[in-house]
């Protein structure tokens, strides 16, 4: 089912400000909305040699943990398994070494995680 559009809005606008944020603190972006049928990526980014995968939580209040504490084991393998198919796409990039970063939004501000998770925790 379709997001409501002002959830999608709302959304949208956190990928833009998390996106500025990043750009301005030096990474480069390669993609945005990355999307497969298993699962997708709000960001792609170039962070030094490394290739950042950025998930975008937008949460209007933290009653039910927030934006960081929304990116669940499930969700993880979904991201590692669009980047995976996204890196198959990029050669030049398959043995670049790999970030998955999460920008948790609100109406408070931004608070960037990076490496919120590993391979390893999945």
């Known amino acids: 089912m379709p997001a409501r559009p002002e959830k999608r809005a709302s959304g949208d606008a956190a990928e833009i400000a998390a996106c500025r944020l990043l750009e301005g603190e030096g990474l480069r972006t390669l993609a945005r909305n990355v999307s497969y049928r298993f699962g997708e990526i709000d960001l792609v980014m170039r962070d030094g040699e490394a290739v950042v995968f950025v998930e975008v939580r937008y949460r209007r209040d933290d009653r039910f943990g927030g934006g960081l504490a ?16 996204w890196l198959a796409r990029q050669p030049e990039l398959a043995d670049a070494p790999c970030r998955f970063d999460i920008v948790a939004a609100s109406p408070a501000g931004l608070d960037w995680q990076r490496a919120a998770f590993t391979l390893d925790d999945l």
């Open 70 to 85: 929304s990116v669940d084991r499930r969700k993880c393998r979904r991201i590692v398994l669009a980047a995976r198919a």
